[in-house]
């Protein structure tokens, strides 16, 4: 998408009136680019290794508002039992209230086994539980949220090789046993537990020669440092493009070290690199208590002070759009731009002192919101973020600078950029780029809102290629809601798709023809009965309890009033 400039609102008599910051403030500045989006809101990074329990662990109302993107759990007949835990977590029992949040799930296999490193029986061993595991998710036929199958765990040490033999000839007879049963749902690995390149060349060669390269490629950040991350990710693309594998998602599902994970400054500094690097999903590491999005939730239905910075992300939409620290460790953050509201939103942190945060690429006169959120442990609830400042900026140049005094570099902060007057009462239009996205694709469009859409909504009549999209939304009160949905329809006739909210029955939404595929302008709506706070609204072509829809349909957008 092109550069923009945002027409923030114009002036109007507000809290207090300040000039713009000088353009070199004390201590360091991250400066963010709000007219240089870079890829669509998808909450990249919010997720968590065995962040759920069975009997809804931790509650939904702590999840819904962080958007959860991917997770990853145990198999069916978990015997894992973490940190001496009883062993829980099974993909196939949480998979109902992932599914109620809008989150994916990867399930990692070797997780069958009790211990960890895990012990090697042999190979008849392993294979009989593969077919196990691969029977009980095909009979699952309620489960459409498994996006991959995980092969193996940081096999750079838990493979057992005097027992079980190379692990890259391991993972192609592994991959080749579950295409025996099961040739739809996704592979991811190789897990190592730190970037590789020379063990990640060896499996990808074996991978392709053998027509089992991963569609999720898999590593850990768990160096102790964010700092590689960019590095790491551009050494793999460089890899992939040299052995002539065509381009896969990059999932680091575990990233954080121990006395990382819970401290926001922290982990506001892994969730901008994850982010710029472009990665399509990163998990929280698991180092205590499974069943509380590894520390983000106490009590079940306490947040945390990490819990808040997810939060923050949560309410991201629109567009990431391009931050720049002044070096690969300390202050760095993560912003987005949405083009509806006018709004910017920043997290930022892993800086003490006063330091500064300059917003490029706006207009007009804004109104700017600081407020931050403390390391509290995991243990600790923090019932609200603490506001900082509330202020009207003149933007001189395009920009605005602004200080902010005293941070600790443990703490996360929340900087919106938003205009002074016009605002709605609470977010309207829901882009379907943002949403979550079920085996369909995000794609870009001029015509589009937001200049992004979903298409290929193609697949229906089976568990694991159903096309859906869920939309997680945040409504003021308990009523009738009129959807209107931003469409393309190039068939030719009218096609139609499933709708339904909070689990509720199915309906159809049809959808008259349009002058093409991805030129877009043409709605339709419909009325849905939401209540006061987070529900979650699916448009399917496939789904779990719904027949299937007719003809092909692609969506920019849902707006509620």
Do not use: C
């Not at 990853?72 to 007949?77: G, M």
């Not at 999720?216 to 890899?239: F, K, P, Q, T």
């Not at 600790?408 to 919106?416: D, G």
């Not at 339904?500 to 339709?524: D, I, L, M």
């Amino acid at each position: 998408m092109s550069r923009r400039t945002l027409a923030l609102a114009s002036a109007v008599t507000v809290i207090a009136a300040l000039t713009a910051a000088p353009a070199e403030a004390a201590g360091h500045t991250l400066v963010v680019d709000a007219a240089a989006p870079f890829r669509p809101v998808t909450h990249a990074a919010a997720g968590g290794l065995y962040a759920l329990a069975e009997n809804n662990r931790p509650a939904d109302s702590t999840l819904l508002p962080l958007k959860l993107n991917t997770l990853t759990q145990p198999p069916p007949d978990v015997g894992q039992k973490p940190n001496g835990q009883p062993a829980g977590g099974d993909a196939l029992k949480i998979a109902p209230q992932a599914d109620r949040v809008g989150a994916a799930q990867v399930v990692r296999m070797p997780d069958i086994y009790p211990d960890f490193p895990y012990k090697w029986v042999s190979w008849d061993d392993w294979l009989a539980k593969v077919d196990t595991m691969v029977s009980k998710r095909l009979a699952a036929t309620s489960v459409s949220n498994v996006a991959a199958w995980e092969i193996w765990n940081e096999p750079d040490w838990t493979w057992d090789t005097a027992k079980a033999g190379d692990f890259n000839a391991g993972w192609t007879r592994t991959v080749q046993r579950i295409r025996t049963r099961d040739t739809r749902t996704p592979v991811a690995g190789p897990g190592y537990a730190g970037w590789d390149a020379t063990r990640m060349r060896a499996f990808l060669t074996n991978a392709k020669n053998t027509n089992t390269v991963p569609d999720l490629v898999v590593w850990h950040e768990l160096n102790h440092s964010s700092g590689a991350i960019a590095a790491d990710v551009a050494a793999y693309r460089s890899l992939e493009s040299s052995l002539g594998i065509s381009p896969r998602q990059i999932f680091i599902n575990e990233y954080a070290w121990t006395d990382e994970v819970d401290v926001p400054g922290r982990v506001a500094n892994y969730v901008s690199k994850l982010e710029r690097a472009g990665v399509a999903a990163a998990d929280r590491a698991f180092w205590y208590e499974y069943g509380t999005v590894n520390g983000l939730v106490v009590n079940n239905n306490q947040p945390t002070g990490t819990w808040w910075l997810y939060k923050w992300y949560g309410d991201m939409a629109g567009s990431m759009v391009s931050t720049t620290p002044p070096a690969q460790t300390g202050l760095d953050g993560f912003a987005s731009y949405d083009t509806t509201r006018k709004r910017v939103d920043v997290v930022f942190g892993d800086e003490a002192g006063t330091n500064s945060v300059r917003v490029t690429g706006l207009g007009g006169t804004v109104r700017v919101t600081l407020e931050s959120t403390p390391s509290s442990g995991r243990f600790t609830a923090v019932t609200a973020p603490t506001v900082l400042s509330t202020s009207t900026y003149t933007v001189a140049n395009g920009q605005i600078t602004v200080p902010v005094p005293n941070m600790s570099a443990t703490s996360a902060y929340h900087l919106v950029v938003e205009p002074t007057s016009g605002l709605p009462a609470y977010q309207q239009r829901y882009e379907a780029e943002n949403a979550s996205v079920f085996r369909a694709q995000r794609l870009a469009g001029s015509s589009a809102s937001n200049g992004g859409y979903v298409g290929r909504i193609d697949n229906s009549g089976d568990p694991r290629s159903d096309s859906y999209l869920d939309f997680v939304v945040n409504v003021p009160s308990a009523r009738a809601y009129t959807m209107t949905i931003g469409y393309a329809n190039g068939t030719g006739a009218t096609s139609t798709q499933g709708l339904a909210y909070n689990g509720g029955g199915w309906s159809t939404v049809s959808y008259p023809p349009t002058a093409g595929w991805g030129q877009f302008g043409s709605t339709v709506s419909t009325s849905v009965t939401l209540h006061a706070g987070y529900n979650t609204i699916r448009l399917a072509k496939g789904a779990p309890f719904f027949a299937g829809g007719t003809g092909y349909a692609e969506l920019d957008y849902v707006q509620l009033t």
